[in-house]
T-cell receptor, first 114, second 117 residues
């Protein structure tokens, strides 16, 4: 079945440093979504990427979708303590009986030290 | 706009006991999802409803888990009997449409943290 892997599993940074998490799918994705989950909270949607090679920015966050639509990345510039949390990528299955199912990666846990 | 509502927020039961979780999605959202999230893992889909129809329940352990979405609005997820390994957070999410091609964002509820002793 489809697998969505994220690296690294954990990342500790000093406030002001940059942070990047990578997402890789075993299958081609029609689109990819990113979610953030604060400690003790629930996943909150950040963005969706659809086009091959697409790059989107949200303030200090930059999201990229690979040319082959099998990988994606999230880069945060100059991290702040409010960036703390777990970042998940999620991609839908394409075709088959589970068409439409969203598969989440295991997440990257970001800790920001002030 | 009110978000996805779930209850209870926490539940502690002994193994072999039944338990039920309730979810009220965002008004107008016809797609509803139940996920299971273990510590340090991403959410795993248990069942997806479009209106009152369960369109994907392939990951639902049907020997002990059941779900329903009467009238295509509220939903309940039941476990009977609960096992120690069922301890996890059960998340409900909803989205306005699921075309199967371009997904809309999913709005998650706060979850129910289940502890089975």
């Amino acid at each position: 079945g489809q697998q969505v892997m994220q690296i690294p599993q954990y990342q500790h940074v000093q406030e002001g440093e940059d942070f990047t998490t990578y997402c890789n799918s075993s299958t081609t994705l029609s689109n990819i979504q990113w979610y953030k989950q604060r400690p003790g909270g629930h996943p909150v949607f950040l963005i969706q990427l659809v086009k091959s090679g697409e790059v989107k920015k949200q303030k200090r966050l930059t999201f990229q979708f690979g040319e082959a639509k099998k990988n994606s990345s999230l880069h945060i510039t100059a991290t702040q303590t409010t960036d703390v949390g777990t970042y998940f990528c999620a991609g839908p299955n394409a075709g088959g009986t589970s068409y439409g199912k969203l598969t989440f990666g295991q997440g990257t846990i970001l800790t920001v030290h002030p | 706009e009110a978000g996805v509502v779930q209850s209870p927020r926490y539940k502690i039961i002994e193994k072999k006991q039944p338990v039920a979780f309730w979810c009220n999605p965002i008004s107008g959202h016809n797609t509803l999802y139940w996920y299971l999230q273990n510590l340090g893992q991403g959410p795993e889909l248990l069942i997806r409803y479009e209106n009152e129809e369960a369109v994907d329940d392939s990951q639902l352990p049907k020997d002990r888990f059941s779900a329903e979405r009467l009238k295509g609005v509220d939903s309940t997820l039941k476990i009977q009997p609960a096992e120690l390994g069922d301890s996890a957070v059960y998340l409900c999410a909803s989205s306005p449409i699921n075309s199967g091609v371009g997904f809309n964002e999913q709005f998650f509820g706060p979850g129910t943290r289940l502890t089975v002793l």
